[in-house]
T-cell receptor, first 111, second 111 residues
């Protein structure tokens, strides 16, 4: 069975640009969560979606937004990129109350 | 691959010995705890979980102990192997799907 997949693997952007990251959950999982992992730290929660509705949001500015599609895949959008947005962005999927399984992440570098 | 966790607590263990990784969690209301393993350049990989109504759970070569009195979690890895070298994170969940991660511990296996 395929695990959580994310695209792209790596991305380089410049300050002020916007970026869209994509995630496909494990088949049968209806919940997708997004995390940001800065080098040297544990992942920080950004968003959680279940059945296409936002169910939780972490302490991130409004420049960060996300959505979930009818097939349960998800996109994370970040506008007006800052240098500090450089990080590994992780997507995790789960059934509603079960363990979260992570994808390989998208490495975003903002120059 | 990238170097995850440049300034993390570290633990070096001889190959074949047992490893114990400790974690203090923050929220006494947390009811679900998970250990993840993260290798360089990869997303966190689920190892084992435990609910708050348990104090011990065993998997293949791994045991998680939970002490709710002092809000402490530990991961024991038996007969460590070179492939166990990674950064290990504990994560806590309190009633929703938001995971709060600890700072992580880098485990190095000495051949």
């Amino acid at each position: 069975d395929a695990g959580v997949t994310q695209s792209p693997t790596h991305l380089i952007k410049t300050r002020g640009q916007h970026v869209t990251l994509r995630c496909s959950p494990i088949s049968g999982h209806k919940s997708v969560s997004w995390y940001q992992q800065v080098l040297g730290q544990g992942p920080q929660f950004i968003f959680q979606y279940y059945e296409k509705e936002e169910r939780g949001r972490g302490n991130f500015p409004d420049r960060f937004s996300a959505r979930q599609f009818p097939n349960y895949s998800s996109e994370l959008n970040v506008n007006a990129l800052l240098l500090g947005d450089s990080a590994l962005y992780l997507c995790a999927s789960s059934t509603h109350t079960d363990t979260q399984y992570f994808g390989p992440g998208t490495r975003l570098t903002v120059l | 691959g990238e170097n995850v966790g440049l300034h993390l607590p570290t633990l070096s263990v001889q190959e074949g010995d047992n490893s114990i990784i400790n974690c203090a969690y923050s929220n006494s209301a947390s009811d679900y705890f998970i250990w993840y393993k993260q290798e360089s350049g990869k997303g966190p990989q689920f190892i084992i979980d435990i609910r708050s109504n348990m104090d011990k759970r065993q998997g293949q070569r791994v045991t998680v102990l939970l002490n709710k009195t002092v809000k402490h979690l530990s991961l024991q890895i038996a007969a460590t192997q070179p492939g166990d070298s990674a950064v290990y994170f504990c994560a806590e969940n309190f009633g929703n799907e938001k995971l709060t991660f600890g700072t992580g511990t880098r485990l190095t296996i000495i051949p």
